[in-house]
Nanobody, 114 residues
């Protein structure tokens, strides 16, 4: 059974940094794109960043220049380095992996507050 397990969320002060990780396991093969979405209270889930199997990245305008997505194909792991965090980044962050199907993680809370 395919599982995506996220880690790295938590509480951070404005201007701080966090690094999220998401490891896929359970026989997942031929992963195409991987990425991150987030959902803040009372808002719709929104795309944060994606990365293709060829390493092409895409970012939401709100995180460009602050967030960096990367992946490690040997372990089917995707990372999200988040710098210069602001309270507007507070949300539950979900990772996904796209093969023939979409697989999702359970979400990890990121809270930016002083």
């Amino acid at each position: 059974q395919v599982r995506l397990v996220e880690s790295g969320g938590g509480l951070v002060q404005p201007g701080g940094s966090l690094r999220l990780s998401c490891a896929a396991s359970g026989g997942i093969f031929s992963v195409n794109d991987m990425g991150w979405y987030r959902q803040a209270p009372g808002k719709q889930r929104e795309l944060v960043a994606t990365i293709t199997s060829g390493g092409v990245t895409k970012y939401a305008d709100s995180v460009k220049g602050r967030f960096t997505i990367s992946r490690e194909d040997a372990t089917n792991t995707v990372y999200l380095q988040m710098n210069s965090l602001s309270p507007e980044d507070t949300a539950v962050y979900y990772c996904y992996a796209h093969t023939l199907y979409y697989f999702w993680g359970q979400g990890t809370q990121v809270t930016v507050s002083s």
